[in-house]
């Protein structure tokens, strides 16, 4: 129902009309009644000019006209117009004049433009130039740039009085002894001599210190009337030609306004020997533009006042912009009046061609000493107006003074530009110009920066300028500079990058933010989507280290950044937080504190803190969100978990106690108290949380390594590389854990392996020895073991050829187990080692029976599997196998990255259970077979239990029964020659004819009606190193390699994983750390490798 609100009389609704429309007419009952809103423009106050604006600090400072304006047009509007233009026209002519005049007016304007946008998109402050370009381009570029503009404009300012002294005589000097030294023009007043004209120089600058050092409003006030001096003198030369009449006296010929001059002064002619010519022969045209560019140059002159402005954002563009239109109107009326009244003989003869043929040559005069004058102020104060920001900004140590006391810095800049009178005006005259000419390069670099970086915040309110400008105006800049004199531009340049270098080293990091982070910005964000790590011939360790305490993980946080090799390196926390609201400023300060650790190891690496109601959680999340695109880690490293202690040696759950001094290795003497002692303890992390973090990343795909007593590392430093006499030894020790694969009509019989393990181990080796700290200090060893003695020779030419397929270079020792004591007790029952073994392995119920069946020669389990029986290929039928049993071999689950997806036959060492569950599916049966095997599975399965429950207690862990390692030869490589890097290039292969080794018959029961008494005192008898439960092996290897590598100062092996679901279990996940730290007892630091990717390729 519509609403009769505005029926009522009195009610607000506006009256207008509208257009009548099918919509309109639908609805304009309703329209009518809730319309009523009536629109009026925003009332505006009256716009205050910032001089009467009481809101506004700098209200009594300068404007545009008297801060930019005049500066800029006395600047630009130097002496040169009158002592060099009719030189420079008498050899350029008319056309050539003014395209000069163009050029240079482009150069300036582009940079105005530059000038402009980046002086308008924020506050400036003093220094001018300087403080715009430190700000956008960082202090490096900054300080340098702005050294040498401030030495610019010093020499400007002596040039500017050493230069006036020529007018000065020229028109007030007494008549001398030499040729030439007639009397002034004005007066006869003044002696001459050079010492003389050093006095009058010398006088002139402390007139300017003077008027310098009471301020910037007298600054103001004598540029005011110095400028009107110089506009009254500029506008008397075209007047003159009016009034001026023609004359002849043999030898200045003045026409006046003519046709004929006109024509004749039209285009260029260079001669030689000409007055005001520097050279001894022709001039050329980029000569002139050297002598001609100084002139306009001046445009840095108001924004060097930047500090003593009302608005300087304001005003320096608007300011400087209005300078160079009245400039160049100035000049461009200067050069054709004189190209239409002087003809081009007299252009050559006289300098003060200008003045001589003046209707008021006093008035010229005049002009000459104000631009001279207020150039040479200008000069000082924004010289000194640079130093002073500079030293405000600590650039460089030892100018702290100058920004302390801006006196100081002027009375310095007084100082040098007074040394400058006793140099050749014409010498530094190249100088400046390159340095003006440097600025505006930099200048301009900058814009053109930030405008392609797109930075949010560049949003300048001068909207007259884009990026072509910007880069134009820099070229055209870099192209004047050689033209003007290149020698020169490249000594400046080459000065400038060593300044940069310098700041570079010695300058403290500033907070201002530069474009670079910009740019470099879109370049890691262009380049993250462009890369790929599909390619292995670029493989590069890109690693993620978990650590807990820095204190106990400092050697290991150090050894990974010489692991890296240029790739990404990430620290790893995290922060165990059930509530995290409530906790999240517990995260903060974590990630500030190891940002601070980082920075204290002076290590090239990011962090990542993460988070989660627990440890674990929290490791699949840092795994999961570290990196971006390509740059993603591809080895995770993680502290060993020290059963002693009772919680993470290396890294995981070491608490953060500052008074831990006894542990705290290799940090500096200043690190005492670590950032990371204030943040929160967390809870010790158990050994089933540290078995699941393990089978997590295997899961997920990492390859992965486990430290272990890193804290004894001794990291090569620069003094160990003076000292280094001998080189210590890292040894790698790729031990075999694999299964086999068949062959196809594509690829021949392949070897599913831990092949990627130990290529990864050789690689991690190699790269580790390129280091120059490693390099000069270590060498690598590969040693290998076999059972037999007769194995060795095949085993040394086998790895001796996959170390020169993969370039690696590296010593070679195999060594065969029976010559090793521990191997000898367990294996062939010798009592040397027999109190050392059975102490070992006192709670293992297989060494057990294993003594007691050789003390009575009455065994009662079979303890070695029967021999290996060749199998066919067309013999060979798909089985079922256990993924986790593959798995804690340390066989690789991404077939893809090294051999092709084929069927696999795995070592022996499953249980029966699961063999006998596989004959299921070995043939086809029908209903009634499959019931008939599944009912005697079912008996056979409760007869073996009942007997395995009588030797064991009530849920005893099995896990360290079987065995995960294997003593068979290393196999043989196949390089496939087609491979170009993004498919495996390198196969380990089974050799044709050949029994297979790697296969053996499951493992037959304990006890078993077809096992005769003989038949398990033989197995007995014949026990192998593969036979042994992975505790013995485990015993074996750490004996063998205490034995060979005690004084090496690293190793590399093989890190078997556990299968996934032992960390449910309790028993089994300690028997498993148990079984690697009887392995790493009393060994040097130990890496213990696990990959599951390809990292080697031969392909170019």
Same mark, same amino acid.
């Given at each position: 129902?519509?609403?009769?609100?505005?029926?009522?009389? %009195?009610?607000?609704?506006?009256?207008?009309?509208?257009?009548?429309?099918?919509?309109?007419?639908?609805?304009? #009952?309703?329209?009518?009644?809730?319309?009523?809103?009536?629109?009026?423009?925003?009332?505006?106050?009256?716009?205050?000019?910032?001089?009467?604006?009481?809101?506004?600090?700098?209200?009594?400072?300068?404007?545009?006209?008297?801060?930019?304006?005049?500066?800029?047009?006395?600047?630009?509007?130097?002496?040169?117009?009158?002592?060099?233009?009719?030189?420079?026209?008498?050899?350029? %002519?008319?056309?050539?004049?003014?395209?000069?005049?163009?050029?240079?007016?482009?150069?300036?304007?582009?940079?105005?433009?530059?000038?402009?946008?980046?002086?308008?998109?924020?506050?400036?402050?003093?220094?001018?130039?300087?403080?715009?370009?430190?700000?956008?381009?960082?202090?490096?570029?900054?300080?340098?740039?702005?050294?040498?503009?401030?030495?610019?404009?010093?020499?400007?300012?002596?040039?500017?009085?050493?230069?006036?002294?020529?007018?000065?005589?020229?028109?007030?000097?007494?008549?001398?002894?030499?040729?030439?030294?007639?009397?002034?023009?004005?007066?006869?007043?003044?002696?001459?001599?050079?010492?003389?004209?050093?006095?009058?120089?010398? /006088?002139?600058?402390?007139?300017?210190?003077?008027?310098?050092?009471?301020?910037?409003?007298?600054?103001?006030?004598?540029?005011?009337?110095?400028?009107?001096?110089?506009?009254?003198?500029?506008?008397?030369?075209?007047?003159?030609?009016?009034?001026?009449?023609?004359?002849?006296?043999?030898?200045?010929?003045?026409?006046?306004?003519?046709?004929?001059?006109?024509?004749?002064?039209?285009?260029?002619?260079?001669?030689?020997?000409?007055?005001?010519?520097?050279?001894?022969?022709?001039?050329?045209?980029?000569?002139?533009?050297?002598?001609?560019?100084?002139?306009?140059?001046?445009?840095?002159?108001?924004?060097?006042?930047?500090?003593?402005?009302?608005?300087?954002?304001?005003?320096?563009?608007?300011?400087?912009?209005?300078?160079?239109?009245?400039?160049?109107?100035?000049?461009?009326?200067?050069?054709?009046?004189?190209?239409?009244?002087?003809?081009?003989? *007299?252009?050559?003869?006289?300098?003060?061609?200008?003045?001589?043929?003046?209707?008021?040559?006093?008035?010229?005069?005049?002009?000459?000493?104000?631009?001279?004058?207020?150039?040479?102020?200008?000069?000082?104060?924004?010289?000194?107006?640079?130093?002073?920001?500079?030293?405000?900004?600590?650039?460089?140590?030892?100018?702290?003074?100058? #920004?302390?006391?801006?006196?100081?810095?002027?009375?310095?800049?007084?100082?040098?530009?007074?040394?400058?009178?006793?140099?050749?005006?014409?010498?530094?005259?190249?100088?400046?110009?390159?340095?003006?000419?440097?600025? /505006?390069?930099?200048?301009?670099?900058?814009?053109?920066?930030?405008?392609?970086?797109?930075?949010?915040?560049?949003?300048?309110?001068?909207?007259?300028?884009?990026?072509?400008?910007?880069?134009?105006?820099?070229?055209?800049?870099?192209?004047?500079?050689?033209?003007?004199? %290149?020698?020169?531009?490249?000594?400046?340049?080459?000065?400038?990058?060593?300044?940069?270098?310098?700041?570079?080293?010695?300058?403290?990091?500033?907070?201002?933010?530069?474009?670079?982070?910009?740019?470099?910005?879109?370049?890691?964000?262009?380049?993250?989507?462009?890369?790929?790590?599909?390619?292995?011939?670029?493989?590069?360790?890109?690693?993620?280290?978990?650590?807990?305490?820095?204190?106990?993980?400092?050697?290991?946080?150090?050894?990974?950044?010489?692991?890296?090799?240029?790739?990404?390196?990430?620290?790893?926390?995290?922060?165990?937080?059930?509530?995290?609201?409530?906790?999240?400023?517990?995260?903060?300060?974590?990630?500030?504190?190891?940002?601070?650790?980082?920075?204290?190891?002076?290590?090239?690496?990011?962090?990542?803190?993460?988070?989660?109601?627990?440890?674990?959680?929290?490791?699949?999340?840092?795994?999961?969100?570290?990196?971006?695109?390509?740059?993603?880690?591809?080895?995770?490293?993680?502290?060993?978990?020290?059963?002693?202690?009772?919680?993470?040696?290396?890294?995981?759950?070491?608490?953060?106690?500052?008074?831990?001094?006894?542990?705290?290795?290799?940090?500096?003497?200043?690190?005492?108290?670590?950032?990371?002692?204030?943040?929160?303890?967390?809870?010790?992390?158990?050994?089933?949380?540290?078995?699941?973090?393990?089978?997590?990343?295997?899961?997920?795909?990492?390859?992965?390594?486990?430290?272990?007593?890193?804290?004894?590392?001794?990291?090569?430093?620069?003094?160990?590389?003076?000292? *280094?006499?001998?080189?210590?030894?890292?040894?790698?020790?790729?031990?075999?854990?694999?299964?086999?694969?068949?062959?196809?009509?594509?690829?021949?019989?392949?070897?599913?392996?831990? /092949?990627?393990?130990?290529?990864?181990?050789?690689?991690?080796?190699?790269?580790?020895?390129?280091?120059?700290?490693?390099?000069?200090?270590?060498?690598?060893?590969?040693?290998?073991?076999?059972?037999?003695?007769?194995?060795?020779?095949?085993?040394?030419?086998?790895?001796?050829?996959?170390?020169?397929?993969?370039?690696?270079?590296?010593?070679?020792?195999?060594?065969?187990?029976?010559?090793?004591?521990?191997?000898?007790?367990?294996?062939?029952?010798?009592?040397?080692?027999?109190?050392?073994? *059975?102490?070992?392995?006192?709670?293992?119920?297989?060494?057990?029976?294993?003594?007691?069946?050789?003390?009575?020669?009455?065994?009662?389990?079979?303890?070695?599997?029967?021999?290996?029986?060749?199998?066919?290929?067309?013999?060979?039928?798909?089985?079922?196998?256990?993924?986790?049993?593959?798995?804690?071999?340390?066989?690789?689950?991404?077939? *893809?990255?090294?051999?092709?997806?084929?069927?696999?036959?795995?070592?022996?060492?499953?249980?029966?259970?699961?063999?006998?569950?596989?004959?299921?599916?070995?043939?086809?049966?029908?209903?009634?077979?499959?019931?008939?095997?599944?009912?005697?599975?079912?008996?056979?399965?409760?007869?073996?239990?009942?007997?395995?429950?009588?030797?064991?207690?009530?849920?005893?862990?099995?896990?360290?029964?079987?065995?995960?390692?294997?003593?068979?030869?290393?196999?043989?490589?196949?390089?496939?020659?087609?491979?170009?890097?993004?498919?495996?290039?390198?196969?380990?292969?089974? &050799?044709? %004819?050949?029994?297979?080794?790697?296969?053996?018959?499951?493992?037959?029961?304990?006890?078993?009606?077809?096992?005769? &008494?003989?038949?398990?005192?033989?197995?007995?008898?014949?026990?192998?190193?593969?036979?042994?439960?992975?505790?013995?092996?485990?015993?074996?290897?750490?004996?063998?390699?205490?034995?060979?590598?005690?004084?090496?100062?690293?190793? /590399?092996?093989?890190?078997?994983?556990?299968?996934?679901?032992?960390?449910?279990? &309790? &028993?089994?996940?300690?028997?498993?750390?148990?079984?690697?730290?009887?392995?790493?007892?009393?060994?040097?630091?130990?890496?213990?490798?696990?990959?599951?990717?390809?990292?080697?390729?031969?392909?170019?």
């Amino acid at each position: 129902m519509v609403s009769k609100f505005y029926k009522i009389p %009195g009610s607000h609704r506006p009256t207008h009309t509208t257009t009548s429309t099918e919509a309109s007419s639908l609805f304009s #009952g309703r329209r009518q009644s809730e319309t009523y809103f009536s629109y009026q423009a925003t009332p505006r106050s009256r716009k205050i000019s910032s001089r009467y604006d009481l809101s506004n600090p700098y209200r009594d400072k300068l404007g545009t006209y008297d801060g930019v304006f005049v500066p800029t047009a006395l600047n630009v509007l130097s002496i040169l117009m009158f002592l060099r233009f009719g030189f420079i026209l008498g050899q350029l %002519g008319i056309i050539c004049t003014l395209a000069l005049l163009l050029l240079s007016y482009t150069i300036n304007l582009l940079t105005t433009l530059s000038i402009s946008a980046i002086s308008t998109n924020g506050t400036i402050r003093g220094g001018g130039a300087y403080y715009m370009i430190s700000r956008c381009l960082g202090p490096e570029f900054g300080g340098s740039i702005g050294l040498v503009f401030f030495l610019g404009q010093v020499f400007n300012s002596g040039m500017n009085a050493v230069g006036i002294v020529e007018p000065l005589l020229y028109n007030l000097g007494a008549r001398g002894n030499n040729v030439g030294e007639s009397d002034g023009v004005l007066l006869s007043l003044l002696p001459r001599g050079e010492w003389c004209q050093f006095a009058y120089a010398t /006088f002139i600058l402390f007139i300017c210190l003077t008027v310098a050092i009471v301020g910037s409003q007298t600054v103001s006030k004598a540029g005011s009337i110095l400028f009107f001096v110089l506009f009254a003198s500029i506008i008397s030369i075209p007047v003159s030609t009016f009034t001026k009449q023609a004359f002849n006296d043999g030898y200045i010929d003045y026409t006046g306004l003519s046709w004929e001059t006109f024509k004749g002064n039209l285009f260029p002619h260079f001669t030689k020997g000409a007055a005001g010519s520097l050279l001894s022969g022709k001039e050329s045209f980029y000569s002139l533009f050297g002598v001609f560019f100084p002139a306009t140059a001046g445009i840095f002159a108001g924004a060097g006042m930047s500090s003593e402005l009302r608005k300087p954002s304001k005003s320096i563009p608007k300011g400087t912009l209005w300078g160079l239109l009245f400039t160049f109107l100035c000049y461009a009326v200067v050069v054709v009046f004189m190209s239409c009244a002087i003809p081009r003989g *007299s252009l050559h003869k006289e300098v003060q061609i200008i003045q001589l043929v003046s209707s008021v040559q006093w008035l010229i005069f005049l002009g000459e000493l104000s631009t001279s004058i207020f150039s040479i102020i200008v000069g000082m104060v924004g010289a000194a107006y640079v130093l002073e920001a500079i030293a405000k900004d600590s650039i460089l140590p030892g100018l702290g003074v100058f #920004g302390k006391h801006p006196l100081v810095s002027l009375l310095f800049t007084w100082f040098l530009t007074q040394i400058c009178l006793f140099s050749d005006v014409n010498k530094i005259a190249s100088l400046i110009t390159m340095a003006f000419l440097l600025t /505006f390069i930099v200048m301009n670099l900058a814009c053109f920066l930030l405008e392609i970086s797109a930075a949010p915040n560049f949003r300048p309110s001068f909207k007259y300028f884009d990026r072509y400008t910007a880069f134009a105006g820099g070229i055209i800049s870099v192209v004047a500079m050689i033209i003007v004199d %290149g020698a020169t531009a490249s000594a400046l340049i080459f000065g400038m990058i060593v300044l940069c270098l310098i700041i570079h080293y010695v300058c403290p990091p500033k907070s201002w933010g530069d474009v670079s982070q910009s740019l470099i910005y879109h370049q890691v964000r262009k380049y993250l989507l462009r890369l790929r790590q599909d390619n292995i011939k670029y493989w590069r360790p890109q690693i993620l280290l978990f650590v807990d305490n820095p204190r106990t993980s400092w050697n290991l946080i150090r050894f990974c950044n010489n692991l890296k090799k240029g790739g990404l390196y990430i620290l790893g926390h995290v922060a165990v937080i059930p509530d995290f609201q409530n906790q999240y400023n517990e995260v903060k300060k974590q990630q500030s504190a190891w940002t601070k650790i980082r920075d204290m190891t002076k290590i090239k690496a990011f962090v990542q803190v993460g988070t989660g109601p627990s440890i674990s959680w929290g490791i699949r999340n840092v795994f999961l969100g570290s990196g971006l695109g390509g740059m993603k880690p591809n080895i995770t490293v993680i502290g060993f978990f020290d059963l002693r202690a009772e919680h993470v040696d290396d890294q995981l759950s070491a608490h953060h106690d500052s008074s831990a001094n006894n542990i705290s290795i290799n940090i500096p003497d200043y690190a005492s108290n670590l950032p990371t002692d204030s943040c929160r303890n967390d809870k010790k992390i158990d050994v089933c949380q540290w078995v699941q973090i393990l089978e997590d990343l295997s899961l997920m795909q990492s390859n992965i390594a486990v430290a272990h007593g890193f804290k004894n590392l001794v990291l090569p430093s620069k003094e160990s590389i003076k000292d *280094s006499s001998q080189k210590r030894i890292i040894d790698l020790y790729p031990i075999q854990m694999c299964a086999t694969m068949n062959a196809n009509n594509e690829y021949p019989a392949m070897i599913s392996s831990n /092949f990627d393990t130990y290529t990864l181990m050789l690689q991690l080796g190699a790269i580790l020895v390129t280091v120059p700290e490693w390099k000069s200090t270590h060498i690598l060893r590969v040693i290998l073991f076999v059972e037999k003695e007769s194995d060795r020779v095949a085993e040394i030419d086998r790895m001796t050829k996959l170390l020169q397929i993969l370039r690696i270079e590296a010593s070679l020792v195999v060594v065969s187990l029976d010559q090793f004591r521990v191997y000898n007790t367990i294996v062939k029952g010798d009592p040397i080692s027999f109190n050392y073994v *059975s102490n070992k392995l006192k709670d293992s119920k297989w060494w057990t029976e294993l003594t007691e069946a050789r003390r009575t020669l009455e065994p009662r389990r079979r303890f070695s599997t029967s021999r290996p029986v060749a199998v066919g290929p067309n013999e060979m039928k798909p089985k079922k196998y256990d993924t986790s049993k593959l798995q804690r071999m340390g066989v690789s689950f991404k077939m *893809s990255s090294t051999v092709p997806t084929e069927m696999l036959n795995t070592p022996g060492i499953s249980d029966p259970s699961s063999d006998e569950d596989a004959s299921l599916n070995e043939s086809q049966l029908s209903i009634n077979q499959v019931a008939v095997k599944l009912d005697k599975l079912k008996n056979k399965r409760k007869s073996v239990n009942s007997i395995q429950n009588k030797r064991l207690p009530p849920n005893k862990s099995t896990h360290n029964l079987k065995p995960v390692f294997s003593s068979n030869a290393l196999p043989n490589t196949k390089v496939l020659e087609d491979g170009t890097g993004d498919k495996p290039t390198i196969v380990p292969v089974a &050799e044709d %004819g050949v029994e297979s080794v790697l296969s053996r018959n499951p493992v037959v029961p304990e006890l078993s009606p077809c096992n005769s &008494e003989a038949s398990l005192i033989e197995a007995m008898n014949n026990i192998e190193f593969d036979d042994l439960p992975s505790r013995a092996q485990h015993l074996i290897l750490n004996d063998m390699m205490v034995q060979l590598s005690r004084d090496s100062a690293l190793i /590399f092996s093989t890190l078997p994983i556990p299968p996934l679901g032992t960390h449910l279990n &309790e &028993e089994d996940s300690f028997e498993y750390v148990q079984d690697l730290d009887m392995w790493l007892e009393r060994l040097p630091p130990t890496m213990l490798i696990n990959s599951q990717t390809m990292t080697v390729t031969t392909a170019l």
